[in-house]
């Protein structure tokens, strides 16, 4: 079954989609992991940042294996390491 | 202390004249006097702390001044934490300053850290982070965690032992790109008054309130809530205690 997540983006990732959700398409319910591989699908440029990509599920910081569920809410931000 | 230098501040119904007491109580370390550091150590002695270091290894440069508070260009090639600290030291008499133009490593933070109530974070390095959560756990000293990017700023008030602690998201983070990132020059300002805040409840025995992601393009600010690992290597082992 195909589901349908819409991912709000944080920082460079909402300039890069130039919107602050896109819709990424998944097969069936996976994991946060495979939002993130579609995500960098999408935007290959931020394949770098993959491993380190911040994403929340329904408002929590959630580990990359995390499952998904199709009522999740799901946001991607990027790192922000810098101490200005 | 002179109250009616603070009387406006006081008047704030959460802080009152008990949360200025507080504040005069307590002993800042700020780690990085850069963008973040130089702004947060400027908030909180107009604000009153009681006592201040101010720790940094790093010259002023041309490029630090549109984003850094107190510098000017006469200050170019001068260390940060002395500049910082001689113009604190004018701007508010009540408070001990002191300068430390050092490098922070596992062989002195300790002795740098052991008196702190609060250490607030201005460093640009992750290893350093984790050195400094390592010990700020040891010690049950609280810290609050910042970072700036482009346009987006991150900050996360951290008790050792009761809420997660960096390790428990650092896996998450990458190393900083030591080439010139790119900053707005509003953006640390912003972000360290939002990591001052968080080192304020945390002084006045108030919950930290999670990560809070504010993001300057869309003006939108999020919190987001950080659960422990029970798999730490840092904090998880004392998890059940």
């Given at each position: 079954?195909t589901?349908?997540?819409?991912?709000?983006?944080y920082?460079r990732?909402?300039?890069?989609?130039?919107?602050?959700?896109?819709?990424?398409q998944?097969e069936?319910e996976?994991?946060i992991q495979d939002v993130l591989?579609a995500?960098?699908?999408?935007?290959?440029v931020?394949a770098?940042?993959?491993?380190?990509?911040m994403?929340?599920?329904?408002g929590v910081l959630?580990?990359?294996?995390?499952?998904l569920?199709?009522?999740?809410?799901?946001?991607?931000a990027?790192?922000v390491?810098s101490?200005g | 202390m002179?109250p009616?230098?603070?009387?406006?501040?006081?008047?704030?119904?959460?802080?009152?004249?008990e949360?200025?007491?507080?504040?005069?109580?307590?002993?800042?370390?700020v780690i990085?006097c850069?963008?973040l550091?130089?702004?947060?150590?400027?908030t909180?002695?107009?604000?009153g702390?009681?006592?201040?270091?101010?720790?940094?290894h790093?010259?002023?440069?041309l490029?630090?001044l549109?984003?850094?508070?107190v510098?000017?260009?006469a200050d170019?090639?001068k260390?940060k934490?002395e500049?910082?600290?001689a113009?604190l030291?004018t701007v508010?008499h009540d408070v001990?300053v002191?300068d430390?133009?050092i490098?922070v490593?596992k062989?002195?933070?300790?002795?740098l850290?052991d008196?702190?109530?609060?250490v607030l974070?201005?460093?640009?390095?992750?290893?350093?982070?984790?050195?400094?959560?390592?010990t700020?756990v040891?010690l049950?000293?609280?810290?609050v965690y910042?970072?700036v990017?482009?346009t987006?700023?991150?900050?996360?008030?951290?008790?050792?032992?009761k809420?997660?602690c960096?390790?428990c998201l650092?896996?998450?983070?990458p190393?900083?790109k030591?080439?010139?990132f790119p900053i707005?020059g509003y953006l640390?300002?912003?972000?360290?008054?939002f990591?001052?805040?968080?080192?304020?409840?945390?002084?006045?025995g108030?919950?930290?309130?999670g990560l809070?992601i504010?993001?300057?393009?869309?003006?939108?600010?999020e919190?987001l809530n950080?659960?422990?690992?029970?798999?730490?290597?840092?904090?998880g082992?004392n998890?059940?205690?």
């Open positions: 079954m589901l349908h997540f819409t991912i709000r983006l920082g990732y909402r300039d890069a989609a130039r919107s602050e959700t896109i819709t990424l998944l069936e996976k994991s591989d995500f960098v699908k999408l935007f290959p931020f770098k940042d993959a491993r380190h990509m994403v929340s599920k329904n959630s580990a990359h294996d995390a499952p569920q199709h009522s999740d809410q799901v946001a991607i990027p790192p390491v101490g | 002179n009616s230098r603070y009387h406006r501040q006081t008047l704030v119904k959460t802080f009152g004249a949360g200025q007491r507080c504040l005069h109580k307590a002993h800042a370390v990085g850069g963008g550091g130089s702004h947060s150590a400027s909180l002695v107009r604000m702390i009681g006592t201040i270091d101010l720790i940094d790093d010259t002023v440069d490029t630090n549109h984003r850094t508070a510098f000017s260009e170019i090639g260390p934490s500049v910082l600290a113009h030291r508010n001990a002191y430390h133009n490098t490593t062989e002195n933070i300790i002795t850290l008196k702190a109530s609060i974070d201005g460093t640009d390095s992750l290893p350093l982070r984790q050195l400094i959560n390592q700020a040891d049950k000293i609280p810290w910042a970072g990017y482009e987006c700023g991150m900050v996360l008030g951290i008790i050792p032992g809420t997660p960096f390790h650092a896996h998450t983070l190393e900083p030591t080439d010139a707005h640390p300002q912003i972000t360290a008054s990591q001052v805040v968080e080192a304020i409840r945390i002084l006045q108030k919950s930290p309130s809070i504010y993001d300057a393009e869309q003006q939108r600010c919190t950080v659960k422990r690992n029970p798999k730490c290597t840092c904090c082992r998890i059940h205690r």
